[in-house]
């Protein structure tokens, strides 16, 4: 099980990008959890349809959850989480709010679930990628395993990085 650590509660990673700056945290208020769920069901049950019972889940107690603020107004714009599993990190839930999308918050979530990963010490890190956002996880030294196969109605692949 990966929590955030009292120590790690306020680990942050604060990102400079043109034309937004924002900041990642670990969601370790339940604020921060709250605004995670929110952004999540934003982006996977109204955006893209999956039931909202898939999408919440049973590791949501036991994941480490990353929230993406805009800096400086903190207004929510991505999360992701971390579960580990078998001496492995998974990594899932990767959703940017449309109107922040393509301007680094995806790339810097995975990042720090990554890192955090690293720090766990984890082997591995994968993910179940929808075939969509394929090419955005190879950029981040993500391989693919495998068939494509179909998950919550939408076709995936798994992949696959070292840490
Ligand atoms: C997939 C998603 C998380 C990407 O987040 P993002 O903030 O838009 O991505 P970033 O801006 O950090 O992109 C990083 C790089 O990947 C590229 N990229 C982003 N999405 C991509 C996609 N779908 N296909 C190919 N490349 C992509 C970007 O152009 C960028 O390239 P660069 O570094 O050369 O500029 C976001 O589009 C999203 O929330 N989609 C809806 C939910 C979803 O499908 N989540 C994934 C579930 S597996």
Redesign the pocket.
């Known amino acids: 099980m990966v929590a955030p650590q009292p120590a790690r509660a306020g680990a942050w990673w604060g990102v400079v990008r043109w034309p937004m700056s924002f900041r990642i945290s670990i969601a370790s208020t339940p604020e921060a959890r709250a605004a995670c769920v929110a952004l999540r069901i934003e982006?996977?049950v109204d955006?893209?349809r999956i039931p909202r019972e898939l999408e919440l889940d049973g590791h949501e107690e036991v994941a480490t959850h990353f929230l993406a603020v805009d800096e400086p107004s903190g207004a929510p714009a991505?999360t992701?989480r971390l579960v580990a599993t078998d001496g492995r990190g998974k990594i899932?839930?990767?959703?940017?709010?449309?109107a922040?999308?393509?301007?680094?918050?995806?790339?810097?979530?995975?990042r720090a679930a990554m890192e955090e990963a690293r720090r766990a010490d984890l082997g591995d890190a994968w993910?179940?990628?929808?075939v969509?956002?394929?090419?955005?996880?190879e950029?981040?030294g993500f391989a693919r395993e495998g068939a494509e196969y179909l998950e919550d109605g939408i076709l995936?692949a798994r992949m696959r990085a070292r840490l």
């Open positions: 982006v996977f955006e893209q991505g992701a899932g839930r990767v959703a940017v709010v449309k922040r999308r393509r301007a680094g918050v995806g790339a810097a979530l995975v993910l179940s990628a929808q969509s956002a394929i090419a955005f996880y950029r981040l995936h």
